[in-house]
């Protein structure tokens, strides 16, 4: 949940970090700190709030140096402070640690560090490493290399980590060490850095190694050294990053929000590039060939997942019984984990991820692992711990998203989910040629279709603004179109700070309908599809309480304009395929709500981009 980077090499460390912490803000962002080694002495300095604050309290300090490392916050143990704030340090002050994760057990530690002497400054339970570590150099007037140190350190610890830790007594290098917690090593000329993302690296290489749990780094300006936890030298390979910095810039939208909802159609594209085989009305997955024939004979397929990504594991549900009739359920992660899960080998446990590292979904695939189900990955980001850890999958190839509401990924989900099913469904010649071929031809004309609803972005802005005054929302949606509902709402919500209730429009009468009168209004996907009638009694009967309703319904259906208060139309598509148009309306509007009510739409409060703890 929070970001971290270090720079070690022969330009002036500040800026790099500084710079790389503002494209790690989207993990976390309630405070920020930096310490830097300029050759004879430490300098640091942390604040509450965000790198901006950071840059401004040390604006007029003229620190230069060749080795730094750098934090931003998402706080879990001490509120977002001054004194919260990464780095931590040791009693002399010589010892600087910034982490991701959580020490677990670090009252126990810290209670037996303090009957020792240590002094401590902070609430966190980072605290507690940069202490651990200054341990062996109290034991000892000899020379401790740092590594050893930090190596004996992580050998009390419970829980996750990434991290990076310097010291004046040793200050020609960065130690990082990662247990659950990501880190990617970057390798330029001369020059090595280290980081919780590629974001932050990706300006200065595309070289780059992937940290593995219980591996440690050390980052010298001669060179980088990888080992384990046991000392044991590793040779790791070296990894190509296959996108440049623009990616994670804002190329002239106002949030990357918004940038990424106009990138939707390309995530589609990409998502779909060279799996999907017209002619044969089949989709050809190179991820899933080295468990072909594993996949044709599990008897249940079981999708988990957390947020945006479990939404889309929804719908996945509806593909895979539909197209390739498998029995097929989707569960949040947070429970399946917990759950005593009743998995085994005849059953494939598809592992939904943007990040690839939400602690959730990592847990779940790991317990459907020990049950000895087969696991598949669907997840975006490239080397992550899911990607790495499942047994097979596919990338979504969607490119970084920063924005912390999720948008492009959904989309490109929702893709991956629909060439898995086809996959699935040929392979089990359960969907004729014929209706293979249907799908992949609308697949491949649904980005056109989804540029012309961006198209509509002003108008989606005009309603967002007419309905700015309400605080409540009923979003309701049936079949494929109920997670679709869950999805909006989630995405008005975590944004806006409105409320809103994602509902399947069955079961308004079982409840919520007692919410329904003129200030309380309802979103209704209304797609021309076989639930159709359905929708249009649910949309009389909210009528019938005075409730104003805006519909997302399917071009040229005139019915509907005579029955809601407001309509965006969407182009007409196969059923299955609508939820990949009709979400993004609700994520414009979304945007524009919350945007018009001047929140801060990529840094939404409390939240954090990846939840890679509990
Ligand atoms: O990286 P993941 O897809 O595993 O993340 C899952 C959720 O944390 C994520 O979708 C979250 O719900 C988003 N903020 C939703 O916009």
């Known amino acids: 949940m929070c970001g971290i980077v270090g720079y070690v090499g022969k ?84 010892i600087y640690v910034v982490h991701n994760g959580i020490v677990e057990n670090y009252l126990e530690i810290r209670e037996a560090l303090t009957r020792e002497g240590h002094v401590f400054k902070s609430d966190t339970d980072t605290e507690v490493l940069a202490h651990l570590i200054e341990r062996p150099f109290l034991a000892t007037s000899g020379p401790i290399a740092l590594e050893d140190a930090v190596l004996d350190a992580l050998r009390h610890v419970v829980g996750t980590f990434g991290l990076a830790v310097i010291s004046k007594d040793d200050p020609q290098k960065i130690v990082a060490a990662r247990r659950g917690s990501p880190l990617i090593l970057g390798l330029g000329d001369g020059e090595y850095l280290a980081a919780s993302d590629a974001a932050a690296i990706v300006e200065h290489t595309k070289n780059v190694i992937y940290l593995h749990d219980n591996e440690m780094a050390l980052l010298t300006p001669q060179g980088l050294k990888i080992f384990n936890l046991s000392k044991k030298t590793l040779e790791k390979p070296v990894d190509t990053i296959n ?11 106002a949030h990357f929000m918004k940038k990424e909802i106009f990138e939707g159609p390309a995530a589609l594209e990409n998502v779909l590039r060279g799996r999907l085989l017209e002619k044969d009305g089949v989709s050809k997955l190179g991820g899933l060939e080295s468990v072909r024939d594993k996949l044709l004979n599990v008897k249940r397929i079981l999708i988990t997942a957390c947020g945006t990504s479990y939404y889309a594991g929804l719908i996945g549900k509806y593909y895979f019984e539909e197209i390739a009739k498998v029995p097929a359920s989707a569960e949040y992660a947070s429970e399946f984990r917990y759950s005593n899960p009743v998995v085994d080998e005849s059953a494939a446990v598809i592992l939904i991820s943007q990040s690839g590292e ?26 992550s711990t899911i990607a790495r850890e499942s047994d097979a999958g596919i990338y979504n190839h969607a490119g970084p998203e920063i924005g912390v509401a999720s948008t492009k990924a ?108 003129e200030n309380f209004p309802t979103i209704v996907l209304a797609t021309k599809d076989m639930v159709y009638e359905k929708i249009i009694s649910n949309i009389e009967e909210i009528k019938a309480r005075s409730g104003k309703i805006l519909a997302v319904a399917t071009e040229g259906d005139d019915r509907i304009l005579k029955l809601v208060d407001d309509v965006i139309f969407i182009p007409q598509t196969l059923e299955m395929l609508a939820p990949i148009l009709s979400i993004i309306p609700l994520q414009l509007f979304a945007y524009h709500t919350a945007n018009l009510l001047g929140l801060d739409v990529d840094k939404p409060r409390n939240l954090a981009k990846s939840v890679t703890v509990e």
């Open 11 to 94: 330009r002036n460390a500040l800026p790099i970090v500084l710079e790389g912490l503002k494209r790690l803000e989207y993990r976390g962002y309630d405070s920020a700190g930096v310490v830097l080694w300029d050759g004879e002495e430490i300098k640091f300095e942390k604040t509450a709030g965000r790198v901006a604050a950071l840059e401004k309290k040390i604006s007029n300090k003229p620190w230069q140096g060749n080795l730094a490392i750098a934090h931003t916050r998402w706080a879990t143990h001490g509120k977002p402070s001054d004194r919260n704030a990464h780095p931590h340090a040791d009693c002399a002050q010589k």
């Open 243 to 253: 996108w440049d910095i623009s990616a994670a810039q804002k190329g002239g939208f």
């Open 358 to 383: 939400t602690a959730d979904t990592l847990e779940a695939l790991r317990e459907a692992k020990k049950h000895g189900a087969l696991t598949l990955g669907i997840v975006n980001a490239v080397g």
């Open 410 to 517: 959904f989309i490109s989900q929702l893709g991956a989910l629909m060439l898995v099913a086809l996959f699935l469904g040929r392979q089990r010649s359960k969907i004729p040629l014929n209706l293979g071929e249907k799908f992949v031809k609308e697949l491949k004309g649904l980005p056109a279709k989804m540029e012309w609803i961006l198209k509509k972005d002003e108008e989606i802005k005009k309603l967002a603004k007419k309905y700015l005054k309400h605080k409540n929302f009923l979003y309701l949606g049936r079949k494929y179109q109920f997670p679709v509902a869950l999805e909006g709402a989630l995405k008005l919500k975590e944004i806006s700070y409105r409320h809103a209730e994602g509902y399947a429009s069955g079961e308004m009468k079982h409840g919520p309908i007692a919410l329904i009168d």
